[in-house]
């Protein structure tokens, strides 16, 4: 079933490409066995993440990234994965994005999915990179990730994603909020969206100003360097080749989407122009493959194990005799053998 | 491994604008531990299918008020067969005459629910559906 499906897949059916993305949400073998069946077709979309405070605008403003995206090139196909969170206490979900996304609905070139985060915490669910590439293999040239209303921590979205981009309000906090680590961090491009409400101009400074802060701080590292004069003048902000520019949107009323979408295009240039998207590609791949190995090494480490040992070194760390990682150890070992 | 999480659209087709019903039930459903996809007023027929293709829901529920439910619910039905989604249940909810459920059952509608439906019942009719087709 799922080799046909893949072939579906590839060739634009659409309900295989739904089921497919159900199979590998719920990461059982047969999700399993299409993503590794899909791997060698992806690697060519570009992936946008879209955070920030819940209610900040992100689904709108994904709504009109992508009918802008549909109508600055003809034929671009757009996924977008609407992330919404799970209730720790029913496990049940209100996945709400699409109510924001009235526009893209009768376009059959967007294909929108929603999913819970069924228990992750990052912002995103355990299996949207794993969706975003299901999407990349189907031939979707852009694929737009919004995450859960994120507070300050929810950053995993910046391993995902290609372009980054950060949605900021009016009246979300001072400036104080805006040097704090975290959320703001991981953005390649800054939003204050809701420009028209008042107050649009100041959040605007604050976030200008905490990236100017930002790129003296990164100078200042290089001033132990005996040519630190030099390295100053020699490689100012651009050093690090992006400096995140800060732009305003009023999503609903369709403003500055434009120069929001000649923003990432032109980080999307940067990253292919200057290595960087070869890095950020080698960084995913590792850490997803570091996670797979581990993830394969706690299934089946107690597989090798003879009867009765796992109790009998428990025991032993009951009793003090050995300590627990050296009794991991002692577990540990049948597995290499 | 996560049990199968049981997919849900919360659709209003048509015109009319009250949709607290709508979101009683796919809070209800919510808290009964299902994933709810909720869409929005006005809704076409197309938008809804559409809608229920991307997201492979297992149960599509309908709200519907304003009295056009022999013109929506029919077309409603004939998109979902034509993407292939024939195993989709469809629910239906709002202010139907006695006299059109019998016709609606026929077509496919798997139940209709009148005001004061209490939300645990719709929480078991749609479990009891899907433990039927599995």
């Keep these: 079933m799922t080799e046909f499906s893949v072939e579906a897949l590839r060739k634009g059916d659409k309900l295989a490409l739904s089921r497919v993305l159900s199979r590998v949400e719920a990461d059982d073998e047969s999700g399993r066995a299409a993503l590794d069946a899909l791997f060698a077709f992806t690697g060519k979309a570009h992936k946008i993440g879209v955070t920030g405070a819940p209610g900040a605008g992100k689904s709108s403003l994904v709504n009109a990234l992508a009918q802008h995206l549909r109508r600055a090139y003809a034929d671009c196909r757009v996924a977008i994965i609407a992330v919404d969170p799970t209730s720790p206490f029913s496990g049940g979900a209100i996945l709400g994005d699409r109510v924001r996304m009235p526009d893209l609905q009768n376009d059959p070139f967007v294909f929108i999915r929603s999913m819970a985060t069924r228990g992750a915490l990052g912002g995103l669910a355990n299996t949207t990179l794993a969706l975003s590439q299901v999407f990349d293999a189907a031939g979707y040239d852009y694929v737009l990730i919004e995450t859960v209303g994120a507070g300050q921590a929810e950053v995993d979205i910046v391993n995902l994603a290609h372009t980054t981009i950060v949605v900021d309000t009016p009246g979300m906090g001072d400036d104080i909020q805006a040097i704090k680590a975290g959320i703001l961090e991981i953005a390649d491009i800054l939003v204050v969206n809701k420009a028209d409400l008042p107050g649009a101009d100041q959040t605007f400074r604050n976030l200008v100003s905490m990236i100017e802060m930002g790129y003296r701080g990164a100078s200042r590292v290089y001033s132990g360097h005996h040519r630190q004069a030099e390295t100053l003048e020699a490689q100012p902000v651009e050093h690090e080749g992006w400096l995140p520019p800060v732009l305003k949107t009023s999503a609903i009323n369709a403003q500055g989407i434009e120069d929001l979408e000649q923003a990432v295009q032109k980080h999307r240039a940067y990253l292919r122009a200057s290595g960087a998207w070869h890095a950020k590609e080698t960084g995913a791949i590792r850490q997803s493959l570091n996670k797979l190995v581990i993830e394969e090494l706690s299934a089946n480490w107690k597989k090798k194990l003879p009867a009765g040992l796992y109790e009998t070194i428990l025991q032993s760390v009951i009793k003090r005799e050995i300590s627990p990682r050296a009794a991991a150890r002692a577990l540990l070992a049948y597995n290499s053998e | 491994m996560p049990d ?94 006695e006299s059109d459920i019998p016709g609606l059952l026929a077509l496919g509608v798997t139940k209709v629910y009148g005001p004061g439906t209490d939300t645990r019942v719709v929480c078991q009719d749609i479990r009891a559906a899907l433990a039927k087709r599995a």
């Design chain 2, 4 to 97: 199968k999480k049981i997919r849900v659209l919360i659709a209003k087709p048509g015109l009319d604008g009250h949709d607290r019903g709508a979101k009683v039930v796919a809070r209800a459903l919510r808290d009964d531990g299902m994933e709810v996809i909720y869409t929005g007023l006005r809704q076409t027929p197309q938008m809804i299918a559409e809608a229920a293709l991307q997201e492979d829901v297992d149960v599509v529920g309908l709200s519907i008020l304003s009295g056009a439910h022999n013109a929506l619910v029919p077309s409603i039905l004939e998109k979902l067969r034509e993407n292939g989604q024939d195993d989709v249940f469809v629910f239906l909810g709002g202010i139907i005459p």
